[in-house]
């Protein structure tokens, strides 16, 4: 099931990142849409922080608010200038949902992205 769950989302249109609920969110994978929209292959990204695609024009008040919304355990929707690895601007879209282990602790985030340019 798993298998298929991961080609699943590896052919979805919308990108997705999936980190660990660590500090600065150390992400774990990232589908085929993910790589497209910002220009960092998988390979590239993996062990890398979400940060990574922030820059000057990056909304640091909505980040705070994600912040605030993750340490709470809520879904959270939010819209802002992100970067290209090439440094292009992008406006994108994202939800973010926490995931729950079996014991319904908090143990990584899956974020759905879309670039809303």
């Known amino acids: 099931m798993k298998r298929i769950l991961v080609n699943a989302i590896g052919h979805l249109f919308n990108g997705v990142m999936i980190t660990k609920a660590e500090p600065g969110y150390p992400v774990v994978y990232v589908n085929d849409a993910f790589a497209e929209i910002t220009g960092y292959s998988s390979e ?5 922080f979400p940060a990574i695609l922030q820059g000057p024009k990056t909304d640091r008040v909505l980040l705070d608010r994600l912040n605030q919304a993750l340490s709470e355990g809520r ?3 939010g819209e802002a200038i992100n ?11 994202w939800k973010i949902v926490p ?5 319904q602790v908090t143990s990584h985030y899956l974020a759905l992205q879309r670039d809303v340019t």
């Open 99 to 103: 995931i729950k282990n079996e014991n």
């Open 44 to 48: 590239e990204i993996v062990g890398q």
């Open 75 to 77: 879904l959270f929707h």
């Open 83 to 93: 970067y290209r690895k090439d440094g292009s601007e992008f406006v994108m879209e």
